[in-house]
């Protein structure tokens, strides 16, 4: 940068575009090398938001900085970790569309940032073995909204593996999945009468039986298939002409939580839903709350429930074992008596 020099210095006109000619050249080799940008975005009431690096969309493009959502402190033996690599990700696929002129202003944008918000959840579940929370869920089957469904639930992503016993209704029946084991089967026991009669079933998990009241099977349950589903239905869907996306901070039970609700302003058979909310829970940095909602039948309508799952007391890394998983667990009831 030049010093600061008083005018009366560059009377001489051999001076004046010597110093020009200096400048000239520093603001050329400066142009060349990797500039940065840098924006930031504040939720309402919330801290400045945290730098995260993002990987150049192509080789002769420079490195950028944006601001991605606050990121939560660690909490619950999860360890925060750094960005990965953006190339590969959703956000640089829906980036890759973009021109050049135009990608300060895509990367500022809401769909850009949902698309970093929900990356930066899955880097933080990397880091999750395991968890137990209590799981309840509402669903409309065949045009009607179910009553809610209430289970203890234990999860674990190395082998996916889940666990539900239900609180509500059918107290006290159980199910079990693995992945890659008994043959891709649920085993699962009734309470009553069904469970003398048939004791442990192995059931299809996409079987009609094991899909009774459920819009999805046991192995698309808990959080990471959430996420997984959410990255690719939002770098499918997400569209600036048909989209709107919207942040702001609520409230789940007692939990602080930012929101971000995606609608579409179009009905579209390439559109799983028209409205949904996704809550993040601020101290964790992993969805604890989702909804989503049908096309209202007028513009002036309430749009109906589809689904609606809450992942409540959420506790991680507690240490299941395989013992967690398996029907000869002393504290399960599988089996006929």
């Not at 010093?3 to 001489?12: A, I, T, V």
């Not at 459920?214 to 959410?230: D, F, M, S, V, W």
């Not at 239905?233 to 901070?249: H, I, P, Q, S, Y």
């Not at 179009?266 to 409205?275: A, E, H, I, L, T």
Request: charged share 25%; glycine share 6%; aromatic share 8%.
């Amino acid at each position: 940068m030049l010093p600061n020099l008083e005018m009366e210095r560059f009377k001489s006109p051999r001076r004046y575009w010597l110093v020009f000619g200096i400048a000239s050249g520093l603001a050329l080799i400066w142009t060349a090398g990797p500039g940065r940008f840098s924006a930031e975005h504040r939720e309402i009431g919330s801290s400045p938001a945290s730098t995260v690096p993002l990987s150049p969309i192509s080789d002769d493009s420079p490195s950028i900085e944006v601001s991605g959502a606050p990121r939560p402190p660690a909490v619950a033996l999860v360890e925060p970790t750094e960005s990965p690599d953006l190339v590969g990700t959703a956000a640089h696929r829906a980036l890759e569309r973009i021109s050049g002129d135009q990608l300060p202003e895509a990367l500022d944008a809401p769909i850009a940032r949902a698309l970093r918000v929900i990356e930066e959840c899955q880097e933080r579940y990397e880091r999750v073995r395991d968890y137990v929370c209590t799981l309840e869920k509402r669903e409309r089957i065949d045009g009607r909204l179910g009553t809610p469904h209430i289970m203890f639930m234990k999860a674990r992503t190395q082998p996916r593996s889940v666990y539900l016993k239900f609180r509500k209704p059918a107290a006290g029946r159980e199910a079990i999945y693995i992945e890659g084991r008994h043959d891709g089967k649920v085993l699962a026991h009734d309470v009553g009468l069904g469970r003398l009669i048939a004791g442990t079933l192995h059931l299809d998990p996409l079987g009609s039986r094991a899909m009774s009241d459920c819009r999805h099977p046991i192995t698309e349950a808990g959080i990471g298939p959430l996420l997984e589903t959410l990255e690719a239905r939002w770098t499918a869907e997400l569209d600036a002409k048909e989209t709107n996306v919207e942040f702001c901070e609520k409230m789940v039970g007692s939990r602080p939580c930012h929101r971000i609700t995606v609608t579409h302003s179009r009905k579209s058979p390439d559109y799983m839903f028209y409205r949904v909310h996704l809550y993040i829970d601020d101290a964790i940095g992993l969805p604890i709350h989702f909804e989503a909602f049908d096309w209202p039948e007028a513009s002036d309508a309430e749009p109906p429930l589809v689904e609606e799952y809450s992942y409540n007391d959420l506790k991680l890394n507690v240490g299941l074992t395989e013992i967690d998983f398996d029907v000869s667990n002393s504290t399960y009831a599988f089996g006929r008596f």
